[in-house]
């Protein structure tokens, strides 16, 4: 490779970067605006304020909640398909540094349960997740993988990125 042919890569390389950002901040605005057209942001903001933790130990009614305010554009995704996170486990965990944290396991309900793009729905909500200090680990059932026909599953178990368990 010479010295011109680097150079235009290099160049290709910084423009094709400069539109994945672009286009990830154009995904995140729109995202945001529909979900702000769905939900009151003052009860998000609630929701975020809340502590996972504290919802565990006083068996409150707003996990679901809580876990889908923190969520970023997947939420959009799920809302316009009626699809929402459904707990199937949830464990009390004390980390080594003396922190109370949730391990969850997670499924899906209403059209995302069949939907072709499920796996990247499952990586976003698991990223977005894992943000959260208070959250050490996001699992999904295994029952999910009967949803998807053989070639997704394959896809889903090689390249998710995601955990799934019994």
Known sequence: MNYDDAENSSNQDSLAESYRDEIKSLIAN?????????????EISKLL????????????DNLVPALMARLGPVRAALDGHGGSIVVDSVSLITSNKGEK??????????????????PGTLKGIQD??????EIDS???????????NEIQREFV?????????E
């Not at 977005?128 to 200090?133: E, F």
């Open 30 to 42: 729109e995202s945001q605006r529909r979900i702000d057209k769905i939900h009151n942001p003052e």
């Open 49 to 60: 304020g809340l502590s996972l933790v504290a919802i565990i130990e006083q068996n409150d």
């Open 101 to 118: 944290k949730l391990k969850l396991v997670l499924n899906l309900d209403g059209a995302c349960i069949a939907c072709g793009a499920a």
């Open 128 to 133: 977005d997740l894992l943000i959260d200090v």
């Open 138 to 148: 996001v699992r999904f059932s295994s029952s999910m993988l009967e949803w998807f």
């Open 157 to 165: 178990l090689k390249h998710g990125g995601v955990e799934f368990i």
